[in-house]
């Protein structure tokens, strides 16, 4: 079946610090790929998607590739701020034939934290 | 305003009491999902309906039970919980078949079971 692996955290960095957070999956034929934010009390919003191989998603700084030789679809930002301070957690959606695309298969979430 | 909305934001309920938790959407959605958010633990896919039918149930216990009148509200009602129960209820909703597009979540239901 479909899985989603995150990288384990939590992630703890300064502000202005890189981030990356690694998401490898595996699914049969071609899934789309999410990233969702969590922030504190709040429900999951989408951050970014991509639907097929070497798409690039991108939203507020986010980017994501998808990379389907090394099934990955890893988060970055070059510069993070206390206010993406969240859960984050990467998704698939599997494809389930002719335009018809499964429901949603999600990663553990992994808590970014960004001190001033 | 995210388009699902859940009501209320905050439970605290009894073990013996009975509550329900509503969500509703209105983005033109046939798919609606609830999931549970404990605490250190993977979100929980609890049940999928799709087109007001229910084509998901993980195993849930028969103290939770769901409801969904039409494609736009779905319920969870509630009784008998135990304290292990207590965590974040998130609805969600999207196309059915076209979950591509994504997931649109609600705010989610905190639960505390005393």
């Known amino acids: 079946g479909d899985s989603v692996t995150q990288m384990e955290g939590p992630v703890t960095l300064s502000e202005e610090a890189c981030l990356t957070i690694n998401c490898t999956y595996t699914a049969t034929g071609y899934p789309s790929l999410f990233w969702y934010v969590q922030y504190p009390g709040e429900g999951l919003q989408l951050l970014l998607k991509?639907?097929?191989?070497?798409d690039k998603g991108s939203n507020k700084g986010f980017e994501a590739t998808y990379r389907k030789e090394t099934t990955s679809f890893h988060l970055e930002k070059g510069s993070v701020q206390v206010s993406d301070s969240a859960v984050y957690f990467c998704?698939?959606?599997?494809?389930?034939?002719?335009?018809?695309?499964?429901?949603?298969?999600f990663g553990q979430g992994t808590i970014l934290t960004v001190h001033p | 305003e995210t388009g699902v909305t859940q009501t209320p934001r905050h439970l605290v309920m009894g073990m013996t009491n009975k509550k329900s938790l509503k969500c509703e959407q209105h983005l033109g959605h046939n798919a609606m999902y609830w999931y549970k958010q404990s605490a250190k633990k993977p979100l929980e896919l609890m049940f999928v309906y799709n087109f007001k039918e229910q084509t998901e149930n993980n195993s849930v216990p028969s103290r939770f039970s769901p409801e969904c009148p039409n494609s736009s509200h779905l319920f969870l009602h509630l009784h008998t919980l135990q304290p292990e129960d207590s965590a974040l209820y998130l609805c969600a909703s999207s196309q059915a078949g076209q979950a591509n597009y994504g997931y649109t979540f609600g705010s989610g239901t905190r639960l505390t079971v005393v």
């Open positions: 998704a698939l959606s599997g494809y389930a034939g002719g335009t018809s695309y499964g429901k949603l298969t």
């Open positions: 991509a639907t097929k191989a070497d």
